[in-house]
């Protein structure tokens, strides 16, 4: 009797993609639950991501001192590093920052697909630049006049409809590959 060994492994790599994809749905959930909570726990990882990049822009600036512009690259990771110690530091204010940012990027992102959008305005399809534009203007105007009541929820809820979101169209994408696989295994 032989056994399928590469079907074996196929089936546990899509049993753990599955299992991946329902966590990613569970914790998209609950961070949609708790956004206050959520919020602060995406705060403090930009922190930690933006104190461990300027460790990192030190370490080169060290590392390329005799390669010009030392002093630019050790400021450079100062900033990186008191950005993110002041997040950790103060939280809250990190939230509300991080939230006009957010309101400043949609809002000028926006702006600059309507101009692009009128930009392409002879070709076909240049409507779905427009309606992109127009979406993300309305998402960075919304988050500007509603600021700062929204603060406490936005980041956290965005977070999670982003990680609920992947976890389903993980799952969606396993389950079809596991229908692909079971129907190769009835072929052969």
Do not use: C
Not at 17 to 34: E, K, M
Not at 70 to 85: D, M, R
Not at 116 to 144: C, E, H, K, S, Y
């Amino acid at each position: 009797m032989t056994s399928n060994v590469s079907g074996d492994i196929k089936n546990n790599n899509v049993n753990g993609s599955l299992l991946i994809g329902v966590l990613l749905a569970v914790l998209g959930i609950a961070a949609i639950a708790v956004p206050a909570v959520s919020t602060i726990v995406a705060e403090t990882w930009i922190a930690v991501i933006l104190s461990s990049a300027g460790v990192a822009k030190l370490v080169y600036a060290f590392q390329t001192r005799d390669q010009g512009g030392f002093i630019w690259k050790v400021l450079l990771s100062a900033l990186y590093i008191a950005t993110g110690v002041m997040l950790v530091s103060y939280p809250l204010t990190g939230v509300l920052t991080l939230t006009l940012l957010l309101g400043s990027f949609l809002l000028t992102e926006g702006t600059f697909n309507l101009i692009l959008a009128f930009r392409l305005r002879p070709q076909q399809n240049w409507t779905w630049v427009l309606v992109d534009g127009i979406i993300t203007l309305v998402l960075g105007a919304m988050i500007w006049f509603q600021f700062p009541f929204n603060a406490p929820w936005l980041i956290g809820t965005l977070v999670g409809a982003s990680v609920l979101f992947t976890g389903i169209s993980r799952v969606m994408l396993s389950l079809n590959a596991r229908s692909t696989l079971n129907s190769q295994d009835q072929a052969a």
